[in-house]
């Protein structure tokens, strides 16, 4: 309310001031009320490359999700479903990890159907490892740990 705050002494080694708006999420279509304790700040990135935004360039972009959560399980062969354990910190693919789908599962999970030359890139457990899809691993899907982002050809 524009009132200045003064934090008595004794109490000043366990509480902090913040900006109500930087507790709120406004990054949501649907406003949620509840706030964080954890302040909401913006990030700088500096970087030696020009920052864009990914959407710009991409057609696709989004995530995979669980068969079981869809009621399917997984099997001993079929269509390749990558997790993250797949993917090597280097980006190199290890196949033996590969768990497995069946056609109809892989039909219901159409969103994350990969293609070749997708990004695949971590966004739980192992953060920020990455990958291409080549045309060997196809067809393929994945899961929820996983983001998919899909390029743009031609830039518009």
């Known amino acids: 309310m524009g009132q200045a705050v003064t934090i008595p002494t004794d109490l000043q080694a366990h509480v902090s001031q913040a900006k109500l708006t930087d507790l709120l999420d406004f990054s ?3 406003f949620n009320k509840a706030f964080s304790l954890t302040v909401k700040k913006a ?35 079929g269509i390749n479903f990558v997790k993250i354990e797949s993917i090597l910190a280097d980006g190199s693919v290890d196949k033996g990890k590969f768990a497995f789908i069946n056609q109809e599962c892989h039909q219901k999970l159409s969103r994350s159907n990969l293609q070749e030359n997708d990004v695949l890139f971590s966004i739980a457990g192992a953060l920020g490892r990455t990958t291409i899809i080549s045309k060997e691993l196809l067809p393929a899907n994945t899961n929820q740990a996983l983001a998919i982002i899909r390029l743009k050809t031609e830039r518009t």
């Open 43 to 77: 990030s700088v990135v500096e970087s030696r490359w020009e920052l864009v935004v990914l959407s710009n360039y991409s057609e696709l972009i989004t995530k995979g999700t669980t068969p079981t959560t869809l009621g399917f399980q997984f099997q001993d062969a």
């Open 28 to 30: 949501r279509k649907d």
